[in-house]
């Protein structure tokens, strides 16, 4: 198997824009996928999780794939929150730091449409969009999809259970000269397969990263027995004993228990930030902007408000309740220990629910440790 980014085939432009961003050694799901979209046009889908490489998986192969000399839409990223097609949208112009330049613009809610339909007057090589602001820019005539050779449809079982399966369906059908659908996700329901069912080749190549290579190994994984009427004293009481240095993100699963954790935190003089699902776009930029700027040790979030976050040096990840999936379970821990560090993943269990452990150790291929 191949050790390096130049045995997988990338360019030396693009290896030293990526070294420079810390990338040097390829993970399981790039060594995987970036010989097989170099190889050839093809279709490709990939069972792959937050936090395991799979913006470069997709996103150096389409780089080195679409020409920029030619002033038209050759790549279409569609991702499903504002925060992951930003990130994804950096990622890319980074990785071009030193190569010939291609034009990545992001369409997501949130930003001013008209300045959406100036930018892409613009010559844009590849475009990375939300389901719904793309659709609305269709709708205006403002971009056309009728060049579009490479179509990535990333986190596509959450975009499913977000409710965009008919954008999708337009999208897809919009997008009829493409060479290659390459679709990235975490879980495969029923939806997503016959998403795929009509959309590649029933024998399209499938990459699984096997279950023990899903969850990141620097994590560790530990269980607190606490009753649900002593959990917000707990974290509390966790977050006291902090150093300024140690930051982390709370998981709620419900927006009323993000609510009311925050208010718990802010009665115990403990600064938190509150990303849940009823703030609007503006509010919940300056919740992001004062975490990540580090005005804000502390961030209490739910599982769909989180999508997308990545903030660097994180040394802690609670969940105030076990999530309802496992695969949430993996994107929730999976915001530790980035880009090689350690982290650590503490959930607190309420006693009646402490046999669920058991479930996600068997089913994430993880052990825990009582805390």
Same mark, same amino acid.
């Given at each position: 198997?191949?050790?390096? #980014?130049?045995?997988?085939?990338? +360019?030396?432009?693009?290896?030293?824009?990526?070294?420079?961003?810390?990338?040097?050694?390829?993970?399981?799901?790039?060594?995987?996928?970036?010989?097989?979209?170099?190889?050839?046009?093809?279709?490709?889908?990939?069972?792959?999780?937050?936090?395991?490489? /799979?913006?470069?998986?997709?996103?150096?192969? =389409? =780089?080195?794939?679409?020409?920029?000399?030619?002033?038209?839409?050759?790549?279409?990223?569609?991702?499903?929150?504002?925060?992951?097609?930003?990130?994804?949208?950096?990622?890319?112009?980074?990785?071009?730091?030193?190569?010939?330049?291609?034009?990545?613009?992001?369409?997501?809610?949130?930003?001013?449409?008209?300045?959406?339909?100036?930018? =892409?007057?613009?010559?844009?090589?590849?475009?990375? %969009?939300?389901?719904?602001?793309?659709?609305?820019?269709?709708?205006?005539? @403002?971009?056309?999809?009728?060049?579009?050779?490479?179509?990535? =449809?990333?986190? @596509?079982?959450?975009?499913?259970?977000?409710?965009?399966?008919?954008?999708?369906?337009?999208?897809?059908?919009?997008?009829?000269?493409?060479?290659?659908?390459?679709?990235?996700? @975490?879980?495969?329901?029923? %939806?997503?397969?016959?998403?795929? /069912?009509?959309?590649?080749?029933? *024998?399209?190549?499938?990459?699984?990263?096997?279950?023990?290579?899903?969850?990141?190994?620097?994590?560790?994984?530990?269980? +607190?027995?606490?009753?649900?009427?002593?959990?917000?004293?707990?974290?509390? *009481?966790?977050?006291?004993?902090?150093?300024?240095?140690?930051?982390?993100?709370?998981?709620?699963?419900?927006?009323?228990? @993000?609510?009311?954790?925050?208010? %718990?935190?802010?009665?115990?003089?403990?600064?938190?930030?509150?990303?849940?699902?009823?703030?609007?776009?503006?509010?919940?930029?300056?919740?992001?902007?004062? #975490?990540?700027?580090?005005?804000?040790?502390?961030?209490?979030?739910?599982?769909?408000?989180?999508?997308?976050?990545?903030?660097?040096?994180?040394?802690?990840?609670?969940?105030?309740?076990?999530?309802?999936?496992?695969?949430?379970?993996?994107?929730?821990?999976?915001?530790? %220990?980035?880009?090689?560090?350690?982290?650590? +993943?503490?959930?607190?269990?309420?006693? /009646?629910?402490?046999?669920?452990? /058991?479930?996600?150790?068997?089913?994430?291929?993880? +052990?825990?440790?009582?805390?």
């Amino acid at each position: 198997m191949s050790h390096s #980014f130049k045995d997988l085939g990338i +360019s030396a432009k693009l290896i030293q824009g990526i070294t420079e961003l810390g990338i040097e050694t390829p993970t399981p799901i790039q060594k995987q996928a970036i010989p097989l979209l170099l190889e050839k046009d093809r279709d490709l889908i990939a069972q792959a999780q937050t936090g395991t490489g /799979k913006t470069a998986a997709f996103g150096l192969p =389409l =780089l080195m794939k679409v020409d920029g000399s030619i002033p038209r839409i050759q790549g279409l990223v569609i991702s499903p929150t504002r925060e992951l097609a930003k990130q994804i949208g950096k990622s890319l112009f980074r990785y071009t730091k030193y190569s010939s330049k291609v034009f990545t613009e992001v369409l997501a809610g949130g930003d001013k449409i008209d300045l959406q339909v100036d930018r =892409l007057k613009r010559p844009t090589q590849i475009v990375v %969009a939300t389901p719904g602001r793309l659709i609305d820019l269709l709708k205006r005539k @403002a971009l056309t999809l009728e060049h579009v050779k490479y179509l990535i =449809l990333d986190e @596509a079982d959450e975009m499913l259970s977000m409710g965009f399966k008919e954008q999708l369906q337009d999208i897809i059908d919009r997008c009829r000269a493409r060479r290659g659908t390459w679709l990235f996700s @975490a879980t495969f329901p029923d %939806a997503l397969e016959d998403l795929i /069912k009509r959309t590649v080749p029933v *024998d399209t190549r499938r990459l699984q990263i096997s279950s023990g290579n899903v969850v990141n190994k620097k994590i560790s994984h530990y269980f +607190s027995i606490c009753p649900s009427s002593e959990k917000n004293d707990y974290v509390v *009481d966790y977050l006291q004993k902090k150093s300024s240095e140690e930051r982390g993100l709370i998981f709620c699963r419900t927006k009323a228990g @993000a609510i009311g954790l925050g208010r %718990a935190l802010a009665e115990n003089e403990i600064e938190a930030g509150v990303l849940q699902g009823d703030l609007t776009q503006l509010e919940r930029d300056k919740v992001m902007r004062a #975490f990540k700027k580090e005005r804000v040790q502390f961030l209490i979030a739910t599982d769909v408000a989180a999508r997308g976050i990545d903030v660097p040096d994180l040394s802690f990840v609670l969940h105030h309740q076990l999530p309802e999936q496992y695969e949430y379970y993996t994107h929730r821990s999976g915001r530790t %220990a980035r880009a090689g560090k350690k982290g650590l +993943s503490l959930v607190l269990v309420d006693p /009646k629910e402490q046999k669920k452990i /058991k479930r996600f150790e068997k089913e994430l291929g993880i +052990s825990f440790s009582q805390y």
